[in-house]
């Protein structure tokens, strides 16, 4: 073979390992997370879910009127109870995110 010196030098390569194995600790410790996260989250869906749908049938027995027509004047009201939150949680997470990688782009400058 001719002498080609392919070696990088240890400083570069120290430095590489070390950032990769921070990251690796850090993507560990987010999935770490999200895992805590996953049976509280389950669990408060699954209890969203009944509640709502027994206040569905409790507002379904007093809503029919002497027509047999029922009205639905509390159904938007209890749509508007279930997306809400959902809705806020939604934004409050896209406004952290990107809060979150603005500062890292600014850290990175």
């Known amino acids: 073979m001719s002498?080609?010196?392919t070696a990088a030098p240890a400083t570069t390569v120290n430095r590489t390992h070390r950032v990769v194995r921070e990251r690796a600790r850090t993507l560990q410790a987010n999935r770490s997370r999200m895992r805590g996260l996953m049976l509280p989250l389950l669990l408060s869906s699954a209890l969203m879910i009944m509640l709502f749908s027994a206040f569905w049938v409790m507002l379904d027995q007093y809503e029919i009127v002497a027509s047999e027509t029922?009205?639905?004047?509390?159904?938007?009201?209890?749509?508007l109870l279930w997306?809400?939150?959902?809705?806020?949680?939604?934004?409050a997470m896209v406004w952290y995110r990107?809060?979150?990688?603005?500062?890292?782009?600014?850290?990175a400058r």
């Open 70 to 79: 029922p009205e639905h004047t509390h159904h938007f009201f209890l749509l």
């Open 3 to 5: 002498g080609l010196n």
């Open 98 to 107: 990107r809060a979150r990688n603005q500062s890292d782009a600014e850290a």
């Open 83 to 91: 997306f809400l939150p959902v809705s806020v949680a939604m934004l």
